[in-house]
């Protein structure tokens, strides 16, 4: 069945230092979504992706769709402790809107 | 403010007694989902209603069942929790429609603990 990839499952930075996750998947997709998860909180949604090569920036965050539609990143820039969460992609799998999760990566911040 | 209201937040139960958890929506929409998400997991789709109609995932197991009585309101009932149920339920909502790729919005999340 459809799964999305991604990587790293954990990544711990230095307050300052930049942060980059990635999803892939063997197939195209036809979007990819983001959501963030603070500890104890729940999923939050950060930015959908449709097309080919699309980037969409949200001040210190970047996320990029690739040309073949096949893998997507998000990439923090200068993280803060307000960053620390965990990150999921998803897509849309189904026809009536079931999000399929990448497994997420962790994002610990070192003040 | 629009919002996805779950209650409660935290539920004990003990091993084998039946327990519903509750999920309500201002949004208006017409999907609601619920999903099982264990510690340092993703979440994991149960089932969902699209407007009243169920659906419900190849491997969700039997013990879990749920209702929709309404628009606004869903249920998720398990029926002999066992401590494998233990999880954090998440109720989520979207507006299908369009081309269907509309974010979800979820609820604060029930917390099972099974004794």
């Known amino acids: 069945g459809q799964q999305v990839m991604q990587i790293p499952q954990y990544q711990h930075v230095q307050e300052g230092e930049d942060f980059t996750t990635y999803c892939n998947s063997s197939t195209t997709l036809s979007n990819i979504q983001w959501y963030k998860q603070r500890p104890g909180g729940h999923p939050v949604f950060l930015i959908q992706l449709v097309k080919s090569g699309e980037v969409k920036k949200q001040k210190r965050l970047t996320f990029q769709f690739g040309e073949a539609k096949k893998n997507s990143s998000l990439h923090i820039t200068a993280t803060q402790t307000t960053d620390v969460g965990t990150y999921f992609c998803?897509?849309?799998?189904?026809?009536?809107?079931?999000?399929?999760f990448g497994k997420g990566t962790k994002l610990s911040v070192k003040p | 403010d629009a919002m996805v209201i779950q209650n409660p937040r935290y539920q004990v139960t003990q091993f084998g007694k039946p327990v519903t958890l509750s999920c309500s929506q201002t949004?208006?929409?017409?999907?609601m989902y619920w999903y099982q998400q264990k510690s340092s997991q993703a979440p994991k789709l149960l089932f969902h209603y699209y407007d009243k109609d169920f659906n419900n995932e190849a491997d969700t197991p039997d013990n879990f069942q749920s209702r929709r009585p309404n628009t606004s309101f869903c249920f998720l009932d398990i029926r002999s929790p066992g401590l494998g149920d233990a999880a954090m339920y998440l109720c989520?909502?979207?507006?299908?429609?369009?081309?269907?790729?509309?974010?979800?919005?979820f609820g604060p999340g029930t917390r099972l603990t099974v004794l």
């Open positions: 998803a897509e849309y799998g189904g026809s009536q809107g079931n999000l399929i």
């Open positions: 989520a909502t979207s507006r299908a429609g369009g081309r269907g790729y509309n974010e979800q919005f």
């Open positions: 949004l208006n929409h017409n999907v």
